[in-house]
T-cell receptor, first 113, second 115 residues
Framework: DTGVSQDPRHKITKRGQNVTFRCDPI?????LYWYRQTLGQGPEFLTY????????KSRLLSDRFSAERPKGSFSTLEIQRTEQGDSAMYLC???????????FGQGTRLTVV | AQSVTQLDSQVPVFEEAPVELRCNYS??????LFWYVQYPNQGLQLLLK??????LVKGINGFEAEFNKSQTSFHLRKPSVHISDTAEYFC?????????????FGKGTKLTVNP
């Protein structure tokens, strides 16, 4: 297992377009998290899955954002009608339990022009 | 709800000098505590974690941190830094009870090690 994979690494899109990011967690991890990180800030929690169930969503996750983890394995994060304020690094992490280390992917850097 | 305050946004030091990166947290419940490091354009990598037991925790790359419950602090230290330690460091907490399993991060401290 090579760790948490995120695809794509970089995405440039025009304002108003939809984008989708993919995260492949470490295979034995049932917990998967999405975070957003802007320049000079720490990662901000977006949402969390345990297996295929989405157990928590941040208020940061507006109606334009949706995340899925259909079979409890990989996850997708979709942003509809992108805005310039959505430009950020989107990080995915997985872990095996609440006291264990969260392993992070290298992130997807989104630029909305 | 938990929150994390990293008291210094930037810390410049000279190579081989000691360093301390400060972290204070606020929580109404017991928490797990973590320090992560982020190199440019990379994800986060765990340096060390405090779950329970000894309040002095040793991590990778010669880093250690001390949990102080009364002061709600978890400061990160290294006795002698290297140029390669230049990176951004994030302190994080999560709820021990497991009710909300998200990690809550501070805003980060950018450590710059100068020759």
């Amino acid at each position: 297992d090579t760790g948490v994979s995120q695809d794509p690494r970089h995405k440039i899109t025009k304002r108003g377009q939809n984008v989708t990011f993919r995260c492949d967690p470490i295979s034995e991890h049932n917990r998967l998290y999405w975070y957003r990180q802007t320049l000079g800030q720490g990662p901000e929690f977006l949402t969390y899955f345990q297996n295929e169930a989405q157990l928590e969503k941040s208020r940061l996750l507006s109606d334009r954002f949706s995340a899925e983890r259909p079979k409890g394995s990989f996850s997708t994060l979709e942003i509809q009608r992108t805005e310039q304020g959505d430009s950020a690094m989107y990080l995915c992490a997985s872990r095996g339990g609440p006291s264990t280390e969260a392993f992070f992917g290298q992130g997807t850097r989104l630029t909305v022009v | 709800a938990q929150s994390v305050t990293q008291l210094d946004s930037q810390v410049p030091v000279f190579e081989e000098a000691p360093v301390e990166l400060r972290c204070n947290y606020s929580s109404s419940v017991s928490v797990y505590l973590f320090w992560y490091v982020q190199y440019p354009n990379q994800g986060l990598q765990l340096l060390l974690k405090y779950l329970s037991g000894s309040t002095l925790v040793k991590g990778i790359n010669g880093f250690e941190a001390e949990f102080n419950k009364s002061q709600t602090s978890f400061h990160l230290r290294k006795p002698s830094v290297h140029i390669s330690d230049t990176a951004e460091y994030f302190c994080a907490v999560s709820d021990q009870r497991g009710g909300s399993e998200k990690l809550v991060f501070g805003k980060g401290t950018k450590l710059t090690v100068n020759p």
